[in-house]
Structure formats: C-alpha cells, structure tokens
C-alpha cells in the first residue's frame, strides 16, 4: 500500500515530468508523457484516499477525558485507529506537544491537498498557588495504549531460552531447609554473579510450558515461559547466596531460577506503525491461559526479533476459514475452504528472540490460538 509520505514523491515525479514536457517537441513523446502524468496524478488521489479513511459518524471535535489513550480518541474519527500517527498535527505554540492531556480538545481540520489532519488545543488544568500567582498541571498526558493492562509485563524477562536458563542461578533451598518460601524469609541460592551492588535484586522466575510452532518437533522450541515468583535482594553474595524473599505473589521453590533485576528500558510510548516487510505467524498461546482472546488481553506470537517483529508494530488476526462439504459439486461432498476472516488487530509491545507479546487492540470476533498473524 501507498502511504501519505508517498504522495511526496508522486508529486515530484509529476513536476519533473511536467518540465521534460514542456521541452520535449516530439508530439508522440508528449502524449506519452501525458499519460504517465494522468496516471501518477490519478494513483496518487486514490492512494491518499485509500490511507486515510474516517468513520461516517465521526466528531468535528472531541475533549479528552481522564482514561482516554490516543488509540481511543483516533477511534472517534478513524476507521484505522492505528493510522493516528500519519493524521496528527500538533501546535507548536503548545509547550510539549507530543503531550495530551485531559480536557485538551480534539478537532478535525482538512489540509490543502483535502487530506484528514487531527489538531489538538490545550486545555485549562491549572491549580492555583500563593503567595505568588503559579499555574501548572494537575493531571498527567494521556497513554498510547492502556499500560494498566500490560505493565505487569514490561519488566522482568518472561521468556526464556534453554541458554538462558542453564546460566541462571537458581533457589537451592529455604530457612532450616524448607522447600517453600514466601515474601520476609531468607533463601538461599547457586549461581549468582556477584555484583558491585552488595544490595543487588533478583527477579524470582518459575520456568513454565515451552512455545513452540504449530506442529512443530518436540525439540524445536520458541522459548519458555517464564512466571514471575517474587523478588529476592542479596543479603550476601558467595556459595551459596543468601538472599531475602520480598514483594511475592506466590511460594518460592527449590529450583527456581534467578534473573538480575533491571530497569525495564522498553519504549513505552507504543507508536504504531506496520511491519516493513510481510509477517506470516500465528497466536500460540494466551498469557492467562484461555483459549478465547478478548479485547486487552496479551498473546503470545511465535514471531520475534529474528522474524523483523518491532516494538509498535500493528498485525491483523485472521481466523482460519472453516472447511465444509460442498455436495452439489460434481464430486459429491468434496472439501471446500472457506475464506480467513478477519478476527482483530494486536499489537506488539515486547519482543523476544523468536516470540513477541501484543496486546489485543480491537477485537470484531472471538480469537483463538493458532489463529494467523498478518500485516494490517
């Protein structure tokens, strides 16, 4: 597909070819030359008009409201909601722009070439100080996406691979040689690195089901799930560790491994955008373990790093058609597939080396696992 940033191009190449017309004397030439520009002229009205496709109902305007992400207030004027980055234009009389924040108002304008832009006007949320006279915000800018449905994600690893794990270290045994440990015991621990922070904390994972490919070989394996235990802070580093059980949202146990805790550094801004290049994978499973995917609920895509997967990246789901018989054919009952239908959008908010998590977006039907992956 064509996009906006193309129409540049279209209209350059239409002035050069206007200037080599205008020399050129050969009349055959000339009428060649005018049909390549009708034709660039043509493919670019209908590629912008394809790009960018509003609702018939949509607002001339709309006031942010506290909860609201971008997703939400693009959905109000746009059939594509993820095309919002492409029809933002912000005032840059506003100070930090790339902010939005409840009560700024919305509002639909119309460029030159009749092209959909989306401005914004700030709002008013100032608080009052003494005994001086000083306005600031009360509130905070509105999100991309709902992070409350994904930050429980965002930092610690939760997908692991064989390497990964066997370099780990992990839990050999509780206080008095218990088995089990919760938030407030001491544990300790093989295999730790010690670090130059005596203090250093560990994420507590418990390895889970492997990800593999639809059909796939027993050993031909994604990554492994990696559930979130507890956090653990050295109390001493040697062999074994000692460490202090803290924040646990379930029994630590023997043999379960530990991951120095990091700053999440992910780019939460969640622009979207789609793939450079096409995407052909499928849904392998649901992160609360249902078989039925709803709208703002994670999956697990078996496409990473390695397949070209990006932080951002917008896909559509496709339910596989169903197979029926078709028992007016000449071959009586032969087996017909029925057209994929269209089941969502998600997107991709963390990536790993050959698995992805996205968020369900938008959700026209019941999703599964093993449902198909494409670009929007």
């Known amino acids: 597909m064509i996009r906006l940033n193309s129409g540049k191009l279209i209209n350059r190449g239409i002035i050069v070819l206007m200037k080599v017309l205008s020399?050129?004397?050969?009349?055959?030439?000339?009428k060649f030359l005018s049909l390549?520009?009708?034709?660039?002229?043509?493919?670019?009205?209908?590629?912008?008009?394809?790009?960018?496709?509003?609702?018939?109902?949509?607002?001339?305007?709309?006031?942010v409201v506290k909860g609201d992400t971008l997703w939400d207030i693009s959905a109000h004027f746009l059939q594509s909601p993820w095309k919002w980055p492409e029809v933002w234009s912000y005032n840059p009389q506003i100070e930090n722009p790339h902010l939005i924040y409840p009560g700024d108002v919305v509002y639909l304008e119309y460029d030159a070439q009749g092209r959909p832009i989306l401005r914004v006007s700030r709002g008013q949320a100032t608080v009052k100080m003494s005994p001086q006279v000083h306005a600031t915000r009360v509130d905070t800018p509105i999100a991309s996406i709902p992070l409350n449905a994904i930050e429980q994600f965002l930092g610690e690893p939760r997908v692991l691979s064989q390497r990964e794990i066997d370099n780990a270290g992990y839990v050999l045994s509780g206080k008095d040689a218990?088995?089990?440990?919760?938030?407030?015991?001491?544990?300790?621990?093989?295999?730790?690195?010690?670090?130059?922070?005596p203090n250093s904390t560990y994420a507590v994972l418990r390895i889970g089901k492997p990800y593999r490919n639809p059909g796939a070989k027993p050993g031909d394996i994604l990554g492994y799930e990696a559930l979130h235990v507890a956090d653990a802070r050295v109390e001493d580093f040697g062999d074994p560790s000692t460490l202090r059980v803290k924040d646990s949202t379930r029994e630590t146990l023997v043999g379960d491994r530990l991951i120095p805790k990091k700053a999440s550094g992910l780019d939460q801004a969640f622009i979207p955008k789609p793939p450079e290049t096409p995407?052909?994978?499928?849904i392998i499973a649901v992160i609360d373990g249902v078989s039925r995917v709803g709208q703002f609920q994670t999956v697990v895509l078996n496409q990473g790093e390695q397949d070209g997967l990006e932080t951002?990246?917008?896909?559509?789901?496709?339910?596989?058609?169903?197979v029926v018989r078709d028992y007016n054919a000449k071959k009586r009952g032969e087996k017909v597939t029925l057209p994929?239908?269209?089941?969502?959008?998600?997107?991709?908010?963390?990536?790993?080396?050959?698995?992805?998590?996205?968020?369900?977006?938008?959700?026209?039907?019941?999703?599964a696992v093993y449902d198909y992956v494409r670009n929007p």
Not at 23 to 30: A, R, S
Not at 41 to 63: C, E, F, Q, R
Not at 178 to 197: K, Q, T, V
């Open 312 to 322: 951002g990246h917008v896909l559509a789901v496709f339910r596989a058609g169903k």
């Open 178 to 197: 218990r088995l089990m440990s919760g938030s407030g015991d001491r544990i300790y621990a093989r295999g730790l690195i010690p670090g130059e922070d």
């Open 279 to 282: 995407v052909e994978g499928q």
């Open 36 to 63: 390549i520009i009708l034709g660039l002229v043509v493919t670019g009205s209908v590629a912008l008009a394809d790009t960018i496709k509003l609702k018939a109902d949509h607002p001339d305007k709309y006031t």
């Open 340 to 367: 994929d239908e269209r089941a969502g959008i998600v997107l991709v908010y963390r990536t790993f080396d050959r698995v992805s998590y996205a968020l369900v977006m938008e959700a026209e039907r019941d999703m």
């Open 23 to 30: 020399v050129k004397k050969n009349l055959v030439f000339k």
